[in-house]
């Protein structure tokens, strides 16, 4: 006998089609109101929502098809020119308006006036947006972080005509006037080796002829593209390396002299382009002192780990709403998946990676704002913290966008639900920017080793610590022990050439803990303002399963983590008052 059309539907668990992800997330108001003043938030606020309402409708729909219908290049225009063009599906344009257009991601630190706010908007703010977008569509986020970065790039170093020619376009909301960046840098001689590229300029006037490969190319058509190339004589290894702009199109219209060999097919970010590049003469114009150019360029791949890690935590948050759809929305066995022990503890972890990431995705972004304002000390905190996000939160998305899929059953693996995309795409973040064993280098034998970054981790964290006074001094000085020894660690890793193989382990112990205390002093701050400390159990968690060392034949209090997930998975505030019992039982 058939069943019908709708009884038939309804055995399906539902998805979150024309869901809100701003409404739905309270913890991004939260986090939102501790890192931003009051005024500013109030602004926002209308235009997150509005971007959480697409996001779960209408720009949901624009990233599945632009994901199906990739970019195509053409090699010739219909009338036989070799001029050539990459064709993008509609949908992938319409994600571009909202982006670039309405909400201006890209340009929201470097252009004023944006949604009607009157200054540019800090870091903290901008992320807040990415956070949200990107759980429509992870591809469209390198578009946008390389145009940002190519604006910050040229602001920064660029000379006065470079600036007056290109960067008003990099900052455009106009989708008329805009120019999208790129950026070209990995070659096949060297991709996290940079000081081994082996594309050449050469001067001429007064600017320079390019030739040589590029690899891996982000947003392949991009009308404005920043990249490195060793000027004629030049020292080998990056201090020989210069950063250049490179146009698209020359001033008499003309295309610019390099090719698009091919596009990637690639596992996941189908929707946008990446290609190979032949750059054969191509002309570029030197951007600031070219003995400065990986160090340049440095910058900007520090602005984009912290988007990786942004993005990351974003495709987790996608993936968490849907877990939690199949969970509340499917009754098996006379149950709902949500009120079954095992599918429970399948959900707080995905919580738990999610959360931890999204709390060190706006520590980091409030670092890099602070720094940015002049203050030392958080520079040093944003040298450590970026890389130690990048490293841990892109391969938390992996297992979370996994057991998001588990979570939907064999239905989750099927293209025509959100959570097969997601979990291809989260395979990009550990790679993007640098895999995980180069990250947690630069994380430990860098940040630690060479610059001591670990003594402003610590004294930011002990600060934090220090404030929370509402909660047990007993869990705080807990705490304070367990960032005294990951910093410890870290320090004997970055020294001893033997300890090399534990950088990993050593990296993801600073995250963990320090997303523990970020934890703690959300939940004290969230609990001053409206009375929920319900944060400070993310913490005991973050610490009884990555970080306190637990007897693999012992089973776990089931009666305590049951209670605890029911007020993290539920919707009851829970003050400190009855929080604080849950963080001083052994």
């Not at 009884?7 to 701003?22: E, H, K, Q």
């Given at each position: 006998?058939?069943?019908?059309?709708?009884?038939?539907?309804?055995?399906?668990?539902?998805?979150?089609?024309?869901?809100?992800?701003?409404?739905?997330?309270?913890?991004?108001?939260?986090?939102?109101?501790?890192?931003?003043?009051?005024?500013?938030?109030?602004?926002?606020?209308?235009?997150?929502?509005?971007?959480?309402?697409?996001?779960?409708?209408?720009?949901?729909?624009?990233?599945?098809?632009?994901?199906?219908?990739?970019?195509?290049?053409?090699?010739?225009?219909?009338?036989?020119?070799?001029?050539?063009?990459?064709?993008?599906?509609?949908?992938?344009?319409?994600?571009?308006?909202?982006?670039?257009?309405?909400?201006?991601?890209?340009?929201l630190s470097h252009r004023k006036g944006i949604m009607g706010w009157p200054s540019t908007y800090p870091v903290v703010a901008k992320h807040a947006f990415t956070f949200l977008f990107n759980q429509a569509e992870f591809g469209m986020g390198c578009p946008i972080n390389v145009t940002d970065g190519a604006a910050k790039l040229l602001s920064n170093f660029g000379d006065a005509a470079l600036k007056a020619k290109y960067l008003d376009g990099l900052t455009?909301?106009?989708?008329?006037?805009?120019?999208?960046?790129?950026?070209?840098?990995?070659?096949?001689?060297?991709?996290?080796?940079?000081?081994?590229?082996?594309?050449?300029a050469v001067q001429e006037g007064d600017h320079w002829r390019l030739t040589g490969e590029k690899w891996f190319c982000s947003n392949a058509d991009a009308k404005v593209v920043m990249l490195l190339a060793r000027p004629q004589g030049a020292e080998a290894g990056t201090r020989g390396v210069g950063l250049f702009l490179m146009p698209r199109t020359l001033d008499d219209g003309s295309p610019n002299h390099y090719r698009i060999v091919r596009l990637k097919d690639k596992l996941g970010t189908r929707s946008m382009a990446s290609g190979e590049i032949k750059l054969e003469g191509a002309i570029a114009y030197a951007v600031g002192r070219l003995d400065r150019g990986f160090v340049q360029m440095a910058e900007m791949v520090n602005s984009s780990r912290l988007s990786n890690g942004v993005k990351s935590t974003a495709l987790m948050r996608r993936a968490w709403h849907d877990a939690m759809a199949v969970a509340k929305g499917r009754v098996v066995f006379g149950r709902?998946?949500?009120?079954?022990?095992?599918?429970?503890?399948?959900?707080?972890?995905?919580?738990?990676?999610?959360?931890?990431?999204?709390?060190?995705?706006?520590?980091?972004?409030?670092?890099?704002?602070?720094?940015?304002?002049?203050?030392?000390?958080?520079?040093?905190?944003?040298?450590?913290?970026?890389?130690?996000?990048?490293?841990?939160?892109?391969?938390?998305?992996?297992?979370?966008?996994?057991?998001?899929?588990?979570?939907?059953?064999?239905?989750?693996?099927?293209?025509?639900?959100?959570?097969?995309?997601?979990?291809?795409?989260?395979?990009?973040?550990?790679?993007?920017?640098?895999?995980?064993?180069?990250?947690?280098?630069?994380?430990?034998?860098?940040?630690?080793?060479?610059?001591?970054?670990?003594?402003?981790?610590?004294?930011?964290?002990?600060?934090?610590?220090?404030?929370s006074v509402s909660v047990p001094l007993a869990w705080r000085d807990r705490l304070k022990?367990?960032?005294?020894?990951?910093?410890?660690?870290?320090?004997?890793?970055?020294?001893?050439?033997?300890?090399?193989?534990?950088?990993?382990?050593?990296?993801?112990?600073?995250?963990?803990?320090?997303?523990?205390?970020?934890?703690?002093?959300?939940?004290?701050?969230?609990?001053?303002?409206?009375?929920?400390?319900?944060?400070?159990?993310?913490a005991r968690l973050v610490v009884?399963?990555?970080?306190?060392?637990?007897?693999?034949?012992?089973?776990?209090?089931?009666?305590?983590?049951a209670a605890m997930s029911q007020l993290l998975l539920g919707d009851r505030d829970a003050d400190m008052a009855e929080v604080g019992e849950w963080l001083t039982v052994a």
């Open positions: 006998m058939n069943v019908r059309p709708q009884l038939a539907a309804s055995l399906i668990a539902p998805d979150t089609s024309g869901s809100n992800f701003y409404r739905n997330d309270p913890s991004l108001a939260d986090l939102l109101r501790i890192h931003l003043d009051d005024k500013l938030f109030a602004h926002i606020q209308p235009h997150l929502d509005r971007l959480g309402g697409l996001v779960g409708g209408r720009l949901d729909e624009c990233g599945r098809m632009a994901d199906r219908h990739g970019p195509v290049l053409h090699q010739r225009d219909r009338f036989g020119n070799d001029v050539q063009h990459v064709e993008y599906h509609p949908a992938y344009r319409e994600l571009e308006a909202a982006a670039f257009g309405e909400f201006g991601i890209h340009a455009q909301t106009d989708m008329a006037k805009l120019t999208q960046g790129g950026q070209f840098m990995t070659e096949k001689e060297g991709g996290s080796d940079v000081g081994k590229l082996t594309t050449t709902r998946i949500a009120d079954m022990p095992l599918a429970r503890r399948q959900l707080m972890k995905i919580t738990l990676a999610t959360e931890q990431a999204l709390s060190m995705s706006f520590l980091t972004a409030d670092a890099l704002d602070r720094a940015e304002a002049g203050s030392q000390d958080a520079a040093a905190l944003l040298r450590i913290l970026t890389p130690t996000l990048k490293f841990r939160a892109t391969r938390d998305a992996r297992q979370v966008c996994g057991d998001a899929m588990e979570m939907r059953g064999g239905i989750g693996y099927i293209e025509e639900f959100a959570t097969a995309r997601l979990l291809r795409d989260a395979h990009l973040g550990s790679i993007w920017e640098g895999t995980g064993n180069i990250v947690a280098l630069d994380a430990i034998t860098r940040a630690v080793g060479r610059h001591g970054a670990e003594q402003a981790l610590a004294a930011d964290m002990h600060a934090r610590l220090d404030d022990g367990y960032v005294d020894r990951a910093v410890a660690m870290a320090r004997q890793v970055a020294t001893t050439s033997d300890n090399e193989a534990e950088a990993r382990r050593a990296t993801s112990l600073l995250y963990h803990v320090a997303s523990a205390v970020a934890l703690t002093w959300e939940g004290a701050r969230i609990d001053a303002a409206r009375g929920d400390a319900r944060r400070l159990l993310l009884d399963h990555r970080i306190a060392a637990a007897d693999p034949f012992a089973l776990t209090d089931s009666a305590r983590e």
